[in-house]
C-alpha cells in the first residue's frame, strides 16, 4: 500500500484507513500505542518539523498524525517506515513495527497465543469449523466474510493476521504435541467455494504429516459421538498445570479447576477413540481431495 492514494495525491484520512482504533479496554494496548505516538511527536519536534509538514512527508492528513502522536490511532507498519524515513531516526521508529503489530490483534488472541506458546500439549476440537489453526488465510477470511451482521474488511484482516500469528505454535522448538479432531461435514463443505476449498484441503495433509501432530477426523456415519455438546480446548503446560475451555463446562470460561479438567479430558479421549485414526484421517481427506 502507498503513502497515497493511487494517482490521486491525496492525503490519507480515516475514511481511507478505517478500523484502527485502540481498544480502551486493552490496558497494554494502549500503552504501547501512547508510547510510540509520544516518541513519534518528540522527534519530529526535535528536528522542527510541524505536524502538517509531516503529514505531507508520509502521506497522510494532519488529523491523522494528531491522532496517531495522540495515541487514539494505530500506526500501520508502512507509516512507521516512512516516519523513520522522514524523521532520519535510522531504524528506531521502525523497530517499534513488531510491538504495534501485536496490538492489531484482539486482546483475546494475544493471550490464546500466549498460552498456546508455552504449552507443551494442545488437544482441540471443533464441531463447526475446521479449526482455526489449521485454517489457510484464505479460507479463513472466506469464512469471516460471512459472518452475519458483516464485519469490515479492515476487521476481517485484523482477525485473519491475528489467526495466522498463532500459527506460530507449529514452528516451535521444541515442538508442543497437537492433537486435532475434525468432523467430516466441515471437509466435505465448499464454504467460501471449491477454490478455498482445495488447497484447505492440501494444507490439512501437510500438517497431518508433521511429527508432533495427530489429526483425526470424526465421520459422517458414526452412531455415538461424544462431542455433540460443542467443542473442547485443552492446554497442558511443562508445570503440570492446564487450562480448558468447552461451551458446556463453565459457560465457556477457562477452567483450571481439576475435576472440571477431568471431564474435558475424559471427553475428549472418547471423542478421539471415535474418530477415524490418523492414517485413516489422511486417506479420507486425500479421497475428498480428489472429489473436489
Do not use: C
Not at 504501547?32 to 509531516?54: I, N, P, S, Y
Not at 452475519?148 to 521444541?174: H, I, L, N, W
Amino acid at each position: 500500500m502507498t503513502a497515497l492514494d493511487d494517482g490521486v495525491g491525496r492525503l490519507k484520512t480515516e475514511e481511507d484507513e478505517p478500523g484502527w482504533e485502540v481498544d480502551p479496554d486493552d490496558d497494554w494496548g494502549v500503552a504501547v500505542v501512547a508510547t510510540v505516538g509520544r516518541q513519534l511527536k518528540l522527534r519530529r519536534e526535535a528536528v522542527g518539523m510541524r505536524a502538517v509538514d509531516f503529514g505531507v512527508a508520509v502521506g497522510y492528513g494532519e488529523d491523522m498524525v494528531y491522532k496517531i502522536e495522540g495515541g487514539r490511532r494505530i500506526p500501520r507498519p508502512e507509516y512507521l517506515d516512512k516516519a523513520d524515513e522522514v524523521l532520519g531516526a535510522d531504524g528506531l521508529i521502525s523497530a517499534m513495527k513488531d510491538d504495534v503489530a501485536k496490538v492489531r490483534y484482539p486482546q483475546k488472541v494475544r493471550a490464546l497465543a500466549k498460552m498456546e506458546a508455552s504449552a507443551v500439549e494442545i488437544q482441540l476440537y471443533d464441531p463447526l469449523n475446521i479449526h482455526g489453526l489449521l485454517q489457510t488465510p484464505a479460507y479463513a477470511r472466506g469464512l469471516l466474510m460471512m459472518r452475519r451482521p458483516a464485519y469490515t474488511q479492515d476487521e476481517v484482516e485484523r482477525m485473519v493476521a491475528g489467526r495466522m500469528a498463532r500459527k506460530s505454535v507449529f514452528e516451535r522448538d521444541p515442538a508442543p504435541e497437537l492433537s486435532f479432531v475434525l468432523e467430516e461435514w466441515t471437509l466435505r463443505r465448499p464454504l467460501g467455494g471449491r477454490a478455498l476449498l482445495r488447497p484447505q484441503l492440501e494444507h490439512l495433509l501437510e500438517v497431518g504429516r508433521m511429527r508432533n501432530v495427530e489429526l483425526q477426523v470424526m465421520p459422517m456415519d458414526r452412531e455415538e459421538h461424544a462431542g455433540i455438546a460443542g467443542g473442547i480446548e485443552v492446554l497442558k503446560f511443562a508445570d503440570g498445570s492446564a487450562v480448558g475451555r468447552s461451551p458446556v463446562v463453565a459457560n465457556g470460561r477457562p477452567v483450571t479447576d481439576r475435576k472440571q479438567l477431568h471431564i474435558l479430558e475424559l471427553r475428549y479421549g472418547i471423542i478421539r477413540s471415535q474418530a477415524l485414526t490418523p492414517r485413516e484421517s489422511s486417506a479420507l481427506i486425500e479421497y475428498l481431495l480428489g472429489e473436489t
